[in-house]
């Protein structure tokens, strides 16, 4: 995501899509071993939870350096909310 305003926002959405891998390991191990249908079903939704902080993070982003960012041309300001809005008709379905 080259538009990331700082080095250390980066290093923050690493950080956590590592923490996402690990509860999916989580959710592995627990179908793997034959957890409870709850702890399985609680694994699943902590990841979904997980999943949709980190969509809501990048989401904003994008929003404030491709759609609102001052000095953006009406074409950039266009093709900037048209990408967000295939990406979000593909997270909702």
Partial sequence: MSHLSSSQQKQDLLNRVRRIAGQIEAVERALADDA??????????????????????IVEEHLHDHVARPGLTDAERAAGAEELAVVIRRYSK
């Fill in 36 to 57: 409870p249908c709850a702890v399985t079903l609680q694994r699943v939704a902590a990841v979904r939870g997980a999943i949709n902080g980190l969509m809501d993070e």
